[in-house]
């Protein structure tokens, strides 16, 4: 009888550490989801992953929303498909988020799934490449770059390289052009630019032109037809949408014994001014680069911070961006950039 008590007796204060020890662990898990619930949920949307511009753009803003700020960030990488980005934007909706940041692919064929984020009161933030849409009212604001003054910018360049002559006669400028995603914003106002200034120009000619997708190795192939087709004598500019692209043209130029850049007569533009293009941009490779700057996370939290608060945002910001010729970098300009 009396192991009997015994035995009872320690079970009964085994339940009750047992209990002691559960109560106290439902406080600890009760006030680690509270802290996880007071962060701000927000879904972005990445077309995918083609360049190093865009790893440095997701990285901007992986770094402007953290835990630390209040935020949590659920990344989606849309694998170069719309089809994807709309159904990440969709599972966004269903996990109830409180934004979501869009950077499209290309600039048409969100109205349905803004329309839906709209009705689920899901402010969108638009960045980098915009949308084109029926009801302006179906995302809060756009944060990116000036695609067709980069081209502007690059247009220039060529203006300034290819003068007339000192008897007036204006040379001729054969151009191969590899464009970037096609309908994507960079693509648009880049492309926009250049056929522009074809029409001002009877002496600039397209010789090729063809999509690099915004990819290194799309454009090495490209670049590696080109050269079944078109003499290399016959070039004079090298117009790629984006430094992969301007990677890829020059690696297939110099397999073939071919040099462009400073000096040459094949001139180089490009677009992005990464860190490797800006290093060839420095040794004469590419002449010039037109930036499109990547750090735009810190633009997306103002504008996010402010709609927290309840305060009006800007609808169109655009980053500040500048150009690059070999003459203005030095190496320790280009270690101090982020990208
Ligand atoms: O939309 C910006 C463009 O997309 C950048 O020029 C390019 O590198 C990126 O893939």
Known sequence: MFKYKKALCIMLSLCMVWMAFACGKDKTDDSQSKKTDDLIVIGFSQPGAESAWRVALTDSVKES????????LIYKDGRSKQDNQIKDIRTFIQQGVDYIILSPIVETGWDTVLLEAKEAGIPVIICDRNVVVNNQSLYTAYVGSNFLSEGERAIEYIENLYQP????????????????????????GRSKALERALLEHD??????????????????????????????????????????????AIAALNEAGIKCGVGTSIAVIS???????????????????????PIQGPYLYDIIEALNKGENVSKITYIDETSFTGDSLTEDFIASRKY
């Open 271 to 293: 677009f992005d001014a990464t860190k490797s293009a800006l290093e060839l941009c420095m040794n004469g490779q590419i002449n010039m680069v037109a930036e499109c700057n």
């Open 65 to 72: 929303f953290t835990e630390e700020n209040g935020y949590k």
């Open 165 to 188: 002559g000192d008897d007036g006669v204006e040379p001729e400028v054969n151009i191969v052009h590899i464009q970037g995603t096609i309908d994507s914003s960079a693509q648009i």
């Open 203 to 248: 002496n600039w000619h397209i010789i090729a032109e063809e999509c690099g997708e915004f990819t290194k190795a799309r454009s090495k192939e490209i670049m590696k037809q080109t050269l079944t087709e078109v003499d290399s004598s016959e070039i004079n500019v090298l117009y790629c949408e984006n430094d992969e692209e301007a990677m890829g």
